[in-house]
């Protein structure tokens, strides 16, 4: 199994899995990848289709507070990640805010 980023925006991110199937996450932050395809891989041990899996987390917008959480307060864009947690995350964070225009703030931490 593998994806390839096809599409990201302020309100989505977009790929492809596998050749085949589109996956939309319902987050600006393309990184969110590696956690999906670890849950598609670990319910592929017990057979469930990719087909079905795609589709059920293109449905998923639970994403739990200050993950990328995106907030638009007065004229900025406050991007709340101080779950960060890695060196690799933080610079993820970076590179999303350039899909956002105008002046920004991230929250964010290292441990």
């Known amino acids: 199994m593998y994806c390839r980023l096809v599409g990201n925006s302020t309100e989505k991110s977009v790929f492809i899995i596998s050749d085949e199937y589109k996956l939309e996450l319902a ?28 589709a059920r987390l293109s449905d998923f917008s639970g994403f739990p507070p200050s993950r990328m959480e995106i907030k638009y307060i007065d004229d900025f864009v ?28 991230v929250v964010t931490a290292i441990s």
């Open 27 to 54: 987050t600006p932050f393309a990184g969110f990848i590696y956690n999906a395809m670890a849950a598609m891989a670990a319910a592929s041990i017990k057979k469930i289709p990719l087909k079905y899996l795609t």
């Open 78 to 105: 406050v991007i709340d990640d101080s779950y960060n947690s890695n060196p690799f995350a933080f610079c993820e964070t970076l590179k999303t805010t350039g899909l956002f225009t105008g002046k920004k703030i």
